[in-house]
C-alpha cells in the first residue's frame, strides 16, 4: 500500500514538473523554430526579400533584425547600463540613509520612492512628458523614466540587507578603532552590502531592459528602445521577423534573469515581497 502511494506521488509531482516545463518551453521552442525556418519550404512568401539562406534552415531573419534594429539594440544596452550606474549612485547611499540614519519622516520618503511600482506606466509616461515637456528628445529624459521604475528594486534590495544586521554596531566598533567616515562607508558598510548590490544591478538592468511601457511613451525617432522595436516587429512584419527579434530579446534577458534566481534567494524573496 505504501508503495503504491509512492508510486503515485512520485508520478504526480512528475507529471505536474513535465506540465510546468512544456508550458514554459513549448512558446520559447515555437518562437525559436519560427526565427530560423525559411518559409518558402512552408508555402509562404512574407519578406522573402530578405535576402541569403536557402535552406530549410535559415538565419537570414536574424541577420535582418540586426541590420534594422541594431541601433535599438545598443541604445537599450545603453540605458540599461546608465540605469544600472545611476540606481547605484543615488540608491546606495539613499538606502543607507534611510536605514542607517533614520529620521523623522524617513519612513514616508521610501514609501514615496516604492509608489511609482503602483502606478500605471502611461500614467506615469504622461506626468514625466507634461512635467519636463522641453526636456523630450534628449537620451537622459528616457533614462530618468527608467530611474522612476528601477530605483524602488535598488532601494528595497540595500534596506532589506542593512535591516538585517546591526549595521550601526558593527560602525560604532570601526569608530571605536579609529576609523573615519570614508574608511568606515569603503570597509565596513560596503563590503557587507556587496551582494545586495550585484541583485539589485541585476534587478535593475533586467527591468531596464524589457520596460515597454515608459519607454513607448518617452520614445523618440532618434531614441528608440529595442522594446519598442520588438514591439513595432509583431505589428508591422512577419512571424518570422518577430520571432527573431523575440530570440535575441530573450538572449539579453535570461542570463540575466539566470543570475538572479541563483544569487537572490531568499534576498529576492523579500524584495518582491516588500518586506
Known amino acids: 500500500m505504501f ?30 523554430f519560427g526565427s530560423c525556418v525559411n518559409t518558402s519550404f512552408l508555402g509562404i512568401s512574407s519578406e522573402q526579400w530578405v535576402g541569403g539562406g536557402d535552406g530549410f534552415i535559415t538565419m537570414k531573419w536574424y541577420r535582418y533584425v540586426l541590420g534594422l534594429y541594431g541601433s535599438s539594440m545598443l541604445f537599450s544596452l545603453k540605458i540599461a547600463f546608465m540605469t544600472v550606474i545611476a540606481c547605484l549612485l543615488v540608491g546606495v547611499p539613499g538606502s543607507y540613509v534611510l536605514a542607517s540614519k533614520p529620521f523623522f519622516g524617513s519612513r514616508l520618503i521610501e514609501e514615496l520612492v516604492l509608489l511609482p511600482l503602483s502606478v500605471p506606466g502611461i500614467v506615469m509616461s504622461i506626468a514625466l512628458i507634461q512635467a519636463y515637456g522641453r526636456l523630450r528628445g534628449h537620451w537622459w529624459f528616457l533614462l530618468a523614466g527608467h530611474l522612476v521604475y528601477t530605483i524602488p528594486f535598488m532601494v528595497r534590495s540595500i534596506t532589506n540587507t542593512l535591516r538585517s544586521f546591526d549595521i550601526g554596531r558593527l560602525e560604532l566598533a570601526a569608530q571605536n578603532l579609529g576609523a573615519g567616515f570614508w574608511q568606515r562607508l569603503w570597509l565596513v558598510v560596503l563590503p557587507n552590502l556587496r551582494h545586495a548590490m550585484i541583485i539589485g544591478c541585476l534587478l535593475v538592468f533586467a527591468i531596464s531592459w524589457g520596460e515597454f511601457n515608459v519607454s513607448f511613451l518617452l520614445n523618440t525617432p532618434l531614441n528608440q528602445t529595442y522594446p519598442a522595436a520588438l514591439y513595432g516587429t509583431y505589428t508591422s512584419n512577419s512571424f518570422q521577423v518577430s520571432s527573431a527579434a523575440t530570440a535575441i530579446f530573450l538572449l539579453g534577458l535570461l542570463p540575466v534573469l539566470i543570475a538572479i534566481q541563483w544569487l537572490g534567494g531568499d534576498d529576492l524573496v523579500k524584495i518582491e515581497q516588500g518586506s
Not at 3 to 29: C, E, G, H, Q
Open 3 to 32: 508503495k503504491n502511494r509512492f508510486s503515485s506521488d512520485f508520478f504526480f509531482i512528475y507529471a505536474v514538473t513535465f506540465l510546468l516545463a512544456l508550458a514554459i518551453l513549448l512558446p520559447i521552442l515555437v518562437i525559436l
